[in-house]
């Protein structure tokens, strides 16, 4: 019924008809066939005329369909229905379920189903008794279908077998014809020496297979419904020992399962059938870029090139715009210091890479597969990458001055100094290059992930070099300095201008932070934008009392406070709210339970500090379980007539409301004050729980 409705709505979003005639009349007369239908013809077919008494005998179901159109799989994808046969067999004799060959995806924008073209045959393996007396038998089959294309059409046909008992036993016959080759094309159950293993990351499953060899290519194909969006694209990265295989999950799956069941196609001809227990783990699907055919050494040489490119992304641009600034303040000094400023800033990127690349390779060898940019994985490192390019962007608009000395290598500082503002340059490039992958880069670093070690290490220092080229060889050639502009106003408004670069990338890590946090992603950005107005605050007091010590201390201070917010663990709730409905509250009243009502909404600030303090408090939540309290949360953040009207029947006009029903179902309301405290819940859950019906 389910899968029915679905293609009913399917069919009307498309704007086609789900069935363009339906065939009524069944063909066939009992006998095998082949018999003719609408746009297929069916037959039962088996590998002998004779079974053994006691012995069995692969038949099968033969389906020859018109050019373009298909039947389906055991999951039909999107829309369909697999075909189905049911037996009226002698006694004695039984047939296990039909099985289904590889099948193969079937794209209908912006649907995807799975199935068969031109001809499919379904093996059934037949069993007979050993008290099964010899002589001629007939097996009734009725087999019904669904064929589509652009249409769909259900057939159904009377189809059967004879065959003749005969003593045992008797040889195998040989595996020939449609019958034979769909033998050869059953999914395989894995062997002893492969495994399988299905990470769930927020939005996918990714789908690791070890054979022992390097794999070329997979699909995957789900036994159960609604658990991957079938029309997504599959992408696959070759390991030296199999092979992974990302799959997104379906909108409408509401919860991980605990098993994954599902087919790995390799070939046309190779597919193992699985269950595999799915464990939590964000892997990162490989870059969209192709690395067929890549060597090792254009793989260092597209890195080299990428480094460079690299340069121009808007997440890199802005760091080596100050630089450049930085050369021009300072194109007076010794053509010697200049070259070394450079040759330090290079250093301070090739010493980053290695150590990002040093964790990646540990955390391979471990067993898990990163890929480039893994580090926006962690919700800590966006969020401290997130407020640092907001807080260094205020200063870029003028709210306070850092000074050049952080990310250039002149100024008034001392030597020492210089160089280590050089250096630390250098790491600040490399932090916010990772998130970007600038063009040739993608294929370089996917290639480069699943090689070896050193091999790892050459392609990133590569992309390294390249990344550090431009100012390098800017500082190495001070003629070219003096090609710059002259300093002057301009400096300071294309400052200004370069922070909205700044802005624009702590905005995009704020959305990625978001992303991390599955179905809380509004409570926590809304708790890195409370970082960036600490940040904001910090800015302003070494703005307000710059170069002095203790404005700095104070700054120091806010800013650590501000990031403790967003690092901080959330705690999550012990018990569990449901959606309030007029419903759902009659239906707890009679089980003769408590019911306590949240009557909250987004825009109230009393209902948050209500929640935070008080609700989520782990002594309320604790009476909340020892009272078997059925807990409800009416939210009225948008209109919503029946929560309005709930509240006027317990004489309230507005949120925050908490109210306890005591159990039974004509006890009557205890509501609440506006303000909680932990006292006065738990003075009420005691009084209420306590009533009897």
């Known amino acids: 019924?389910?899968?029915?409705?679905?293609?009913?709505?399917?069919?009307?979003?498309?704007?086609?008809?789900?069935?363009?005639?339906?065939?009524?009349?069944?063909?066939?007369?009992?006998g095998p066939g082949p018999v003719k239908a609408q746009h297929l013809t069916a037959e039962m077919v088996s590998l002998a005329p004779q079974i053994a008494a006691g012995g069995q005998l692969q038949a099968g179901l033969t389906l020859t369909l018109d050019a373009k159109w298909h039947v389906y799989w055991v999951n039909a994808g999107d829309a369909g229905e697999p075909p189905h046969i049911v037996w009226t067999l002698p006694k004695g004799i039984t047939a296990e379920p039909m099985r289904f060959p590889i099948p193969q995806r079937l794209p209908y924008s912006p649907l995807m189903d799975f199935g068969y073209e031109n001809e499919v045959t379904f093996p059934i393996l037949l069993h007979a008794d050993a008290s099964v007396k010899p002589g001629p038998i007939h097996l009734d089959a009725k087999v019904d279908w669904q064929v589509c294309r652009e249409v769909c059409i259900l057939g159904k046909a009377h189809l059967g077998l004879n065959?003749?008992?005969?003593?045992?036993?008797?040889?195998?016959?040989?595996?020939?014809?449609?019958?034979?080759?769909?033998?050869?094309?059953?999914?395989?159950?894995?062997?002893?020496?492969?495994?399988?293993?299905?990470?769930?990351?927020?939005?996918?499953?990714?789908?690791?297979?070890?054979?022992?060899?390097?794999?070329?290519?997979?699909?995957?194909?789900?036994?159960?419904?609604?658990q991957i969006a079938n029309a997504a694209e599959q992408p696959v990265q070759s390991l030296p020992n199999g092979i992974r295989i990302w799959v997104s999950k379906a909108a409408v799956l509401a919860k991980t399962p605990a098993t994954l069941h599902g087919l790995l196609k390799l070939s046309d001809k190779v597919a193992y059938d699985f269950t595999a227990p799915v464990t939590p783990g964000e892997i990162a699907p490989p870059a969209a870029s192709s690395t067929s055919g890549l060597t090792a050494l254009s793989a260092i040489g597209l890195a080299f090139l990428g480094g460079i490119l690299l340069n121009l992304m808007p997440c890199v641009f802005p760091v080596l715009f100050l630089k450049a600034l930085a050369l021009v303040n300072s194109s007076t000094e010794e053509r010697k210091r200049l070259?070394?400023?450079?040759?330090?800033?290079?250093?301070?990127?090739?010493?980053?890479?290695?150590?990002?690349?040093?964790?990646?390779?540990?955390?391979?060898?471990?067993?898990?597969?990163?890929?480039?940019?893994?580090?926006?994985?962690?919700?800590?490192?966006?969020?401290?990458?997130?407020?640092?390019?907001?807080?260094?962007?205020?200063?870029?608009?003028?709210?306070?001055?850092?000074?050049?000395?952080?990310?250039?290598?002149?100024?008034?500082?001392?030597?020492?100094?210089?160089?280590?503002?050089?250096?630390?340059?250098?790491?600040?490039?490399?932090?916010?290059?990772?998130?970007?992958?600038?063009?040739?880069?993608g294929a370089a670093v996917g290639f480069a992930l699943v090689q070896p070690a050193w091999l790892t290490f050459v392609i990133f220092t590569a992309l390294a070099l390249g990344l550090a080229l431009p100012y390098v060889l800017l500082s190495a050639q001070p003629a070219w300095v003096r090609l710059l502009p002259k300093p002057g106003a301009w400096m300071e408004v294309l400052k200004q201008c370069t922070s909205l670069l700044l802005f624009g990338a702590a905005i995009w890590l704020t959305w990625v932070y978001g992303s991390l946090a599955g179905g809380n992603a509004t409570d926590r950005i809304a708790l890195l934008l409370w970082c960036f107005l600490l940040l904001a605050v910090a800015g302003w007091v070494l703005g307000r009392w710059p170069a002095q010590g203790k404005g700095t201390i104070v700054a120091v201070l806010i800013a650590i406070a501000a990031l403790a917010i967003p690092l901080t663990p959330q705690k999550t709730s012990a018990v569990v709210w449901q959606p309030y409905s007029d419903q759902a509250l009659q239906l707890a009243r009679a089980t003769g339970k408590p019911v306590f009502i949240d009557f909250t909404a987004a825009w109230c600030l009393s209902c948050q500090v209500n929640e935070k303090l008080v609700l989520n408090s782990a002594d309320v939540q604790k009476a909340l379980q020892s009272g078997n309290v059925t807990l409800l949360k009416a939210d009225w953040t948008n209109s919503d007539p029946a929560i309005t009207a709930q509240l006027a029947s317990v004489g309230r006009s507005g949120v925050p409301t908490n109210v306890i029903y005591p159990a039974g179902a004509d006890s009557a309301a205890d509501v609440l004050p506006e303000l909680l405290t932990k006292s006065i819940v738990l003075s009420a859950i005691e009084r209420d729980t306590q009533k009897k019906p």
């Not at 979003?13 to 789900?18: C, D, K, R, V």
């Not at 067993?367 to 994985?377: C, D, H, I, K, V």
């Not at 210089?418 to 970007?436: E, K």
């Open 163 to 226: 065959l003749t008992v005969v003593p045992g036993p008797l040889a195998s016959p040989p595996a020939i014809g449609p019958l034979g080759e769909a033998l050869s094309l059953l999914p395989q159950p894995l062997p002893a020496s492969g495994q399988v293993t299905v990470q769930a990351g927020a939005k996918n499953f990714a789908i690791t297979l070890v054979t022992g060899k390097r794999e070329s290519g997979a699909e995957f194909y789900p036994f159960d419904q609604d």
């Open 339 to 441: 070259r070394m400023h450079g040759l330090v800033y290079a250093l301070g990127i090739l010493v980053s890479f290695w150590l990002v690349v040093a964790l990646l390779l540990a955390l391979r060898a471990e067993g898990s597969q990163l890929g480039w940019g893994y580090q926006l994985q962690s919700p800590g490192f966006v969020a401290v990458l997130a407020a640092f390019l907001f807080f260094f962007a205020l200063s870029l608009t003028g709210m306070f001055e850092l000074g050049l000395s952080l990310t250039s290598a002149g100024g008034s500082l001392a030597q020492q100094q210089g160089y280590t503002g050089s250096f630390f340059t250098g790491v600040l490039a490399t932090v916010v290059a990772t998130p970007c992958t600038a063009p040739l880069m």
């Open 1 to 30: 019924m389910r899968k029915t409705i679905r293609q009913l709505v399917i069919a009307l979003l498309l704007g086609t008809p789900l069935f363009a005639t339906a065939q009524i009349a069944v063909v066939g007369d009992g």
